[in-house]
């Protein structure tokens, strides 16, 4: 049976990895390339590394991350933030990373997700999605609406339909960050997750919101996630890996098992 | 070099995931496309990621289907991964591709529309042949998939394990000196290194430990 994945989100400044709140007041809290080993060797399924250096001139520092994590780690891994070609998706698959997640450049070009996938292979391409709870309007039917530049700037485009979408254009699966849950450990928004894991048939990935294992196993189960991203719950040593894995497998939730 | 891998180069997105997780093993490996590089090594690694069709022209505009099947003809031992486990059979429904028939059999797309498509993520193998690349292998070991069609081998014989996934299908497939894994050996973690490490001193013969 298909386990469902537990996946790390290392945030990288400047080769540093950070952790902010709701996208703001960033932290650093450590090298990536050792948290990295470390989580490998916990039984992480995957990881990300979401680049969020503010000058595109230290984005070389990222790359150097990747190749030293690649050497490391015989895991899948992706690399986002800051990729805006296919050039840039290049970039980071050669250093070793198995998949490219974009997020504002695939609203701004949405033909960069068709041309990746073609290029690389629609496993490559995930679509990351920052969406927030808005009223429903016959613009956004969804009553979520999609953010770009980190979570700054509103686009007045239904999550939904861009989910959908992204999946007609080839992306192999869909990261749903939740900007309302990012941050505050209070849980996962089950419902935007259900509506938009019913919705396309790609695998997709919650994201935001989770504090304790509690969480994860109400986004598998109630939301029908097929993978979790996690980042704070583990960065601060509140939990190991393994300890959130034995608590999935206990509540019935299939998990790979470290051996 | 003795015990020399060369991993066939015809631009696949895996191969150096591959010769990264060989180098970590301490093994010596090669990527190349050249014909005596190939058959002068000790084993090859046939990796792939991506569309069968595609793969299929490239490696005929380079020649290199005439040197697989050399190399497969020589007996040196072969580890087809991911795309490489399925362009080995006959026929693909990918693109309608027709492929290098290493072992009988055809490749389908998994049907099951209540699935995810592709099967992505970490899977169990249920052994139904002892195999030298199998050895050790813990039974709850899981392997990392990503792959939306599937090889299915005409002949049971050559079902050396299988995977669930809304069906039954064979996730590693072997016959003589020609063995092949659905799932990524070099992205699935110690269990998978293991894999490699007994493809890295399997001599290609003998289907039992």
């Known amino acids: 049976?298909?386990?469902?994945?537990?996946?790390?989100?290392?945030?990288?400044?400047?080769?540093?990895?950070?952790?902010?709140?709701?996208?703001?007041?960033?932290?650093?809290?450590?090298?990536?390339?050792?948290?990295?080993?470390?989580?490998?060797?916990?039984?992480?399924?995957?990881?990300?590394?979401?680049?969020?250096?503010?000058?595109?001139?230290?984005?070389?520092?990222?790359?150097?991350?990747?190749?030293?994590?690649?050497?490391?780690?015989?895991?899948?891994?992706?690399?986002?933030?800051?990729?805006?070609?296919?050039?840039?998706?290049?970039?980071?698959?050669?250093?070793?990373?198995?998949?490219?997640?974009?997020?504002?450049?695939?609203?701004?070009?949405?033909?960069?997700?068709?041309?990746?996938?073609?290029?690389?292979?629609?496993?490559?391409?995930?679509?990351?999605?920052?969406?927030?709870?808005?009223?429903?309007?016959?613009?956004?039917?969804?009553?979520?609406?999609?953010?770009i530049h980190g979570g700054r700037t509103p686009m007045g485009i239904d999550a939904l339909w861009w989910a959908q979408e992204a999946e007609k254009l080839g992306a192999g699966e869909i990261c749903l960050n939740s900007i309302d849950a990012d941050g505050t450990n209070e849980g996962y928004e089950l419902a935007l997750t259900s509506l938009i894991s019913d919705a396309v048939s790609i695998p997709v990935i919650a994201s935001g919101g989770a504090g304790v294992p509690e969480h994860l196993r109400d986004v598998f189960i109630e939301a029908g996630a097929d993978a979790a991203l996690i980042a704070s719950m583990v960065h601060y040593g509140h939990y190991t890996v393994g300890q959130i894995k034995s608590y999935l497998s206990r509540e019935g939730v299939p998990v790979r098992e470290l051996i | 070099m003795k015990g020399m891998i060369s991993i066939i180069d015809y631009g696949a997105g895996n191969l150096r995931s591959v010769e990264r997780a060989l180098l970590h093993l301490e093994i010596p490996c090669r990527i190349t496309d050249k014909p005596l590089e190939i058959l002068s090594s000790d084993r090859v690694i046939f990796p792939g990621v991506g569309a069968a069709g595609q793969a299929m022209e490239v490696i005929q505009s380079r020649g290199l289907d005439e040197v697989i099947h050399e190399v497969v003809d020589n007996g040196i031992p072969f580890l087809g991964i991911c795309l490489g486990a399925q362009i080995i059979l006959g026929k693909s429904d990918e693109n309608d591709t027709t492929c290098?028939?290493?072992?009988?059999?055809?490749?389908?797309?998994?049907?099951?529309?209540?699935?995810?498509?592709?099967?992505?993520?970490?899977?169990?193998?249920?052994?139904?042949?002892?195999?030298?690349?199998?050895?050790?292998?813990?039974?709850?070991?899981?392997?990392?998939?990503?792959?939306?069609?599937?090889?299915?081998?005409?002949?049971?014989?050559?079902?050396?394990?299988?995977?669930?996934?809304?069906?039954?299908?064979?996730?590693?497939?072997?016959?003589?000196?020609?063995?092949?894994?659905?799932?990524?050996?070099?992205?699935?973690?110690?269990?998978?290194?293991?894999?490699?490490?007994?493809?890295?001193?399997?001599d290609g013969t003998g289907q039992k430990c």
């Open chain 2, 100 to 202: 290098l028939n290493l072992i009988p059999g055809k490749v389908k797309l998994f049907s099951d529309t209540t699935l995810k498509i592709p099967h992505m993520g970490w899977n169990t193998i249920v052994k139904k042949q002892d195999h030298p690349l199998l050895h050790g292998i813990d039974p709850k070991a899981q392997f990392y998939f990503v792959h939306s069609y599937y090889p299915d081998p005409g002949i049971d014989d050559h079902i050396l394990g299988t995977t669930e996934y809304g069906i039954t299908f064979a996730s590693i497939i072997g016959k003589d000196n020609v063995v092949a894994t659905q799932f990524h050996p070099e992205k699935s973690g110690g269990c998978g290194l293991s894999i490699l490490k007994n493809f890295s001193t399997w």
């Open chain 1, 1 to 147: 049976m298909l386990s469902k994945r537990i996946i790390i989100c290392l945030d990288v400044r400047d080769g540093k990895t950070t952790k902010g709140i709701k996208f703001k007041g960033n932290v650093d809290i450590g090298d990536p390339v050792e948290m990295a080993r470390q989580y490998y060797e916990q039984g992480v399924d995957e990881l990300v590394f979401y680049d969020i250096t503010a000058s595109s001139d230290d984005r070389g520092i990222l790359i150097d991350v990747v190749n030293r994590v690649a050497q490391n780690i015989f895991i899948p891994f992706s690399v986002g933030g800051g990729v805006r070609d296919v050039n840039d998706m290049y970039r980071v698959l050669d250093a070793g990373a198995e998949k490219i997640s974009v997020n504002t450049a695939a609203v701004l070009n949405p033909g960069l997700i068709s041309e990746g996938a073609k290029i690389f292979g629609n496993q490559c391409i995930v679509l990351g999605m920052d969406a927030k709870h808005v009223e429903k309007t016959e613009k956004i039917p969804s009553g979520y609406e999609i953010w």
